[in-house]
């Protein structure tokens, strides 16, 4: 998937906010030395409210829900004209129509209190900065003092199900054929595939195997490899040529609600690629794969930041001479949104230092982009379960696809 900015998908159905879940969160919410998480929408500008409290729609009204660390009830403060979806939440709610008696419930729930909020001083993680200034200027002077609720967002709002693995894991190997099958054919096509109609076919084969996507793929030839987010467009793009890179990177799901596989392939247009080719080939796959070891070598209880492992991709590419072609960082969470709010592999573009835990998911991608000339991408998705990393698909992309 384009390394940042993609359209959102709807977040699946999660379980409410229950009882049964209350003690792990108090938990975690005694870890993080908070006396309580502070969540706070107001027409969807907070994904993570959603995942957490289950909102059957988009809070037209800000809302406000505090689930203490002590254990006792949460609180969820709403407008009255909002308060339909909220029967089963499993605390105590208070109404409010006019703005005094919004800062009234307000105070009373923060005063005095450490809260957590989806905050990110200085923007260092954008992906976490959810909660505007002035939210966080009107809770600080009804008396409570704001943190970043950073490692509970990965918690309780960025990981998914075993089941839902599993759902990722049969979509990689899908897209992992149709990848292969798709570059298999197209490198015979010189002067005649086009970017635009490479990308429809790619469309129709994933909905031939009964998978979705949300956009459609990327499919770039030649000197267009080199740009990371192209966007061929029909009338406007280009014919394969002899001896061309050609990149194709594509994704989809078991629906638009499930966790989509991600992966970027490369093939090249010739039998011997020149030495450049392999060269930057050869370096950006060493460096996916330099992450993929990092992470099944880690010690049993070690745990990893995203921004350790970017530095890893990273420290390798520059080593082999390319680090100024690396322009973005080396991958992205994957929940239910294909850009998803969970730890990313960044010490680039941001410093990313949440705790990568078991039940998220995200991409390695490591690139190299040689501007005018060609562009490499080597993309597979990362499971983390309880016994480890699992990278998908089985088997990823070792050498350059050739014609043959």
């Known amino acids: 998937m384009p390394v940042s900015g993609a359209p959102n998908r709807t977040t699946r159905k999660l379980r409410m906010l229950s009882r049964e879940r209350l003690p792990e969160l108090t938990e975690s919410l005694r870890a993080a030395g908070v006396d309580g998480w502070l969540l706070y929408d107001f027409r969807g500008i907070n994904p993570v409210v959603r995942r957490v409290l289950d909102t059957p729609g988009m809070a037209t009204r800000r809302l406000f829900a505090f689930i203490p660390t002590d254990g006792s009830e949460p609180t969820v403060v709403a407008h009255k004209i909002e308060l339909q979806g909220l029967q089963d939440f499993p605390g105590r709610i208070i109404p409010y129509a006019a703005w005094q008696e919004l800062h009234e419930a307000l105070r009373s729930i923060v005063d005095g209190k450490r809260v957590a909020m989806e905050i990110s001083p200085n923007d260092t993680v954008p992906y976490l900065d959810r909660i505007p200034h002035g939210v966080v200027q009107l809770v600080e002077q009804l008396g409570g003092t704001v943190v970043p609720s950073n490692d509970l967002v990965t918690r309780f709002a960025a990981r ?77 793009d280009e014919v394969l040529g002899p001896d061309q890179v050609v990149l194709l990177d594509l994704w989809g799901g078991k629906s638009k609600r499930s966790v989509f596989a991600d992966q970027t392939w490369m093939g090249f247009s010739g039998h011997a690629p020149p030495e450049d080719v392999l060269e930057v080939w050869t370096t950006v796959r060493d460096a996916r794969k330099a992450v993929v070891s990092r992470l099944e070598t880690l010690a049993p209880g070690n745990s990893i930041t995203g921004a350790e492992l970017d530095d890893v991709a990273r420290a390798l590419i520059v080593q082999r001479g390319y680090g100024d072609a690396f322009v973005h960082r080396t991958g992205h969470s994957i929940d239910y949104d294909l850009h998803g709010i969970g730890p990313h592999l960044d010490n680039f573009e941001t410093n990313d230092v949440r705790t990568l835990v078991p039940g998220i998911a995200f991409s390695v991608e490591p690139g190299v982009y040689l501007e005018g000339r060609f562009g490499v991408r080597s993309e597979i998705n990362v499971l983390m379960r309880e016994d480890g990393a699992r990278p998908t698909p089985d088997v990823p992309q070792e050498e350059l696809i050739l014609q043959r």
């Open 160 to 236: 998914v199900t075993p089941a839902e693995m599993d759902d990722h894991c049969r979509a990689a190997e899908i897209i992992a054929n149709i990848a292969r099958g798709t570059l298999g054919t197209v490198l015979h096509e010189i002067g005649t595939a086009r970017e635009a109609g490479v990308q429809q076919r790619v469309l129709n084969a994933i909905e031939r195997a009964g998978l979705v996507t949300t956009h459609p793929p990327i499919v770039a030839f030649g000197k267009n490899a080199a740009n990371p987010h192209y966007e061929p467009h029909e009338g406007a």
